[in-house]
């Protein structure tokens, strides 16, 4: 699903416009954005929490030519499912086992 097709199944849910919704969705993910990139957690209940991460220093190789590099630190965006999204993806099959 691209960004057209989100905006089109929530603007139809949300009986609001097309353009409504564009701009309601553009908000909320500037939103995130920056309070993500300001540090901040984003914390939807049921469905994940956006955050900053840190990655470390490290090697990598050229795949070209095989030389070692060095990968510099960074901070990259994280997302996290919450408990109700992991359940929806895959849902657990409860199976008593007998013993």
């Not at 956006?50 to 030519?65: L, V």
């Amino acid at each position: 699903m691209n960004k057209a097709e989100l905006i089109e199944r929530v603007a139809k849910k949300a009986k609001l416009t097309k353009s409504q919704t564009e701009t309601i969705l553009d908000a909320t993910i500037d939103a995130i954005q920056k309070a993500v990139s300001s540090g901040e957690e984003v914390k939807i209940v049921g469905f994940g929490t956006f955050d900053r991460a840190s990655r470390k220093q490290r090697n990598g190789r050229n795949p070209k030519t095989g030389s070692t590099i060095v990968i510099p630190a960074s901070r990259v965006p994280r997302f996290r499912p919450g408990k109700e999204f992991k359940a929806l993806v895959e849902p657990t099959t409860e199976t008593s086992a007998t013993a």
